[in-house]
């Protein structure tokens, strides 16, 4: 079947520290990737993605390469910052009728 | 803001009601699915309607149901509610419904079942 499974939370980092949120999936096929980031009282708001592999995708300091031989899509920023506390969830699509399956979340507390 | 818009934004029912959520699609954005997001976990996929016709449904029951309209917005259905069905519930929109097509939510429809 399709799933994803990240990283369990909750994780607190101080600013400036690295981040890195691990995402590995199973798929019947092959997937599209994705980082959605849900800010606290927002909704789920596309972060990057990546639809084949070796693609990196990136956005507002945020990467993850799209790593088929380990069925991976691990998210990281080098510099995080406080507005980066949110929710973050990886997702695959596969197959037709671009059903996407979402990860349990990860919960990011960056400290001043 | 993705444009899309969902209302009404917190509703309270009772235990084997029927309630009605609905979502207005970005412009131009012919492709709505659903989700279920229960408290601390991830959206779980419902259904997906692509110019008007269901084409892609997950493990949810029948008393879970929906419309897509010809301005591409879209209705979710829950009869005899449960209590299990508390949760926030999801709209999302993309232009056409080929895997790898980003999908934009909107805020969510929070459910509770007493």
Known sequence: GNSVTQMEGPVTLSEEAFLTINCTYTATGYPSLFWYVQYPGEGLQLLLKATKADDKGSNKGFEATYRKETTSFHLE??????????????????GTGNQFYFGTGTSLTVIP | ETGVTQSPTHLIKTRGQQVTLRCSSQSGHNTVSWYQQALGQGPQFIFQYYREEENGRGNFPPRFSGLQFPNYSSELNVNALELDDSALYLCASSLGDNSGNTIYFGEGSWLTVV
């Open chain 1, 77 to 94: 920023k080098g510099s995080v910052q406080v507005s980066d506390s949110a929710v973050y969830f990886c997702a695959l699509s596969v």
